[in-house]
Nanobody, 117 residues
């Protein structure tokens, strides 16, 4: 069973930075896609950034140039560096691992990010 544990959320002023971490444990494919999702208040969960095991990244337009997704395979950890934060970045951020072999997602419990104006 795969477990994902996020950390690093908090309260920050607009223009500030946060780094989210997601530690994966258990047995999982080395070939996978790691993703960060945002669920803003009263909105649907939306994909923010993704990173394949081959190193390809993808970002939603609203965070391009501000957020960076990366991974440390030795630590089984994926990061989301969030710079120049805006109030609209507020929400619960979820880490997800998509297993290509299993064809399914594993989800973390989420970490709250609040950006004050």
């Amino acid at each position: 069973q795969v477990q994902l544990v996020e950390s690093g959320g908090g309260l920050v002023q607009a223009g500030g930075s946060l780094r989210l971490s997601c530690v994966a444990s258990g047995r999982f494919d080395s070939i996978n896609v790691m993703r960060w999702y945002q669920q803003a208040p009263q909105k649907r969960r939306e994909l923010v950034a993704s990173l394949t095991s081959g190193g390809n990244t993808n970002y939603v337009d609203s965070v391009k140039g501000r957020f960076t997704i990366s991974r440390d395979n030795a630590k089984s950890t994926v990061y989301l560096q969030m710079n120049s934060l805006k109030p609209e970045d507020t929400g619960v951020y979820y880490c997800a691992l998509y297993s290509i072999q299993e064809g399914r997602y594993y989800w973390g419990q989420g970490t709250q990010v609040t950006v004050s104006s």
